[in-house]
T-cell receptor
Framework: QKEVEQNSGPLSVPEGAIASLNCTYSDRGSQSFFWYRQYSGKSPELIMFIYSNGDKEDGRFTAQLNKASQYVSLLIRDSQPSDSATYLCAVIAMGASYGKLTFGQGTILTVHP | GAGVSQTPSNKVTEKGKYVELRCDPISGHTALYWYRQSLGQGPEFLIYFQGTGAADDSGLPNDRFFAVRPEGSVSTLKIQRTERGDSAVYLC??????????????FGPGTRLTVL
């Protein structure tokens, strides 16, 4: 079992729709959760982080964390073609050294006009 | 510069050769990380530095890989006797070293290593 799992997609949504990206993790003691966006040929860029159960909103992005079910999700409202990218879920596991991120394989999102 | 910089951007080498990859973190970031990313996969942790010392090198795949950060700023990842399986994009990231900031890492553009 991978430590962090994501559906690799591709996920295709029409412009203006809500894109929902999901991630599950195996270490129940994980404390910190991050979403990175990676455009093709570019490096990852942090877009959201969440530490507590519930929702956290930032503009068109909402991160949702459910520690009991060990999943974290990212919602993108009013999706735009510029949101087309790979979205990487990352976790800092319990007992992991400071800042040691464990990434999922990423979900490819395509927003079509 | 304002961001993390990495050189070279591309490196092509032959199997068995030695390579060095350089990373210059954001000024003021004391934590520095190396990852590598293969096509279609997420970044894979290699090593993490606090200041000059390697705080966690558990991700280095074998003893052909070594990294240094002698003055607590620039870091060099060194790969001896390269193998074709070492081909990947090597990413460097840096962050502030304080609670709550460790996962907020800023990545450099990466070095694409190709071993022929």
């Amino acid at each position: 079992q991978k430590e962090v799992e994501q559906n690799s997609g591709p996920l295709s949504v029409p412009e203006g729709a809500i894109a929902s990206l999901n991630c599950t993790y195996s270490d129940r003691g994980s404390q910190s959760f991050f979403w990175y966006r990676q455009y093709s040929g570019k490096s990852p860029e942090l877009i959201m982080f969440i530490y507590s159960n519930g929702d956290k909103e930032d503009g068109r992005f909402t991160a949702q964390l459910n520690k009991a079910s060990q999943y974290v999700s990212l919602l993108i409202r009013d999706s735009q073609p510029s949101d087309s990218a790979t979205y990487l879920c990352a976790v800092i596991a319990m007992g992991a050294s400071y800042g040691k991120l464990t990434f999922g394989q990423g979900t490819i999102l395509t927003v079509h006009p | 510069g304002a961001g993390v910089s990495q050189t070279p951007s591309n490196k092509v080498t032959e199997k068995g050769k030695y390579v060095e990859l350089r990373c210059d973190p954001i000024s003021g970031h004391t934590a520095l990380y190396w990852y590598r990313q293969s096509l279609g996969q997420g970044p894979e942790f290699l090593i993490y530095f606090q200041g000059t010392g390697a705080a966690d090198d558990s991700g280095l795949p074998n003893d052909r890989f070594f990294a240094v950060r002698p003055e607590g700023s620039v870091s060099t990842l060194k790969i001896q006797r390269t193998e074709r399986g070492d081909s990947a994009v090597y990413l460097c990231a840096s962050s502030f070293q304080r609670t709550g900031s460790s996962g907020k890492q800023f990545f450099g553009p990466g070095t694409r290593l190709t071993v022929l």
